[in-house]
Nanobody
């Protein structure tokens, strides 16, 4: 069983920054496509950013230029650096790990609240 665990959420003022981390308990991490999703109250879960095994990243339009996804395969961890945070970024952020068609795991989520 693969475990995926997020950390780094919290309360931050508008314009501030946070870095989320997602650690995975699998030696196959380097073969995994990783994604950060978020879900705000009464909204659908949305894909915020993703990164392929080769390091190619994609972002939803609302976070382009503010968020950066990265991975460190030596410690089986993916990061989401979030800058210039806005109140509309408030949500529970989830990490997802996918490997081909045999692995699809989610973390428990970490709350990010942007408020003054």
């Amino acid at each position: 069983q693969v475990r995926v665990m997020e950390s780094g959420g919290g309360l931050v003022q508008p314009g501030g920054s946070l870095r989320l981390s997602c650690a995975a308990s699998t030696s196959s991490f380097r073969f995994a496509a990783m994604g950060w999703y978020r879900q705000a109250p009464v909204k659908e879960r949305e894909l915020v950013a993703s990164i392929t095994t080769s390091g190619t990243s994609t972002y939803t339009d609302s976070v382009k230029g503010r968020f950066t996804i990265s991975r460190d395969n030596t410690v089986n961890t993916v990061y989401l650096q979030m800058n210039s945070l806005k109140p509309e970024d408030t949500a529970v952020y989830y990490c997802n790990l996918k490997i081909a068609n045999w692995a699809d795991y989610w973390g428990q989520g970490t709350q990010v609240t942007v408020s003054s």
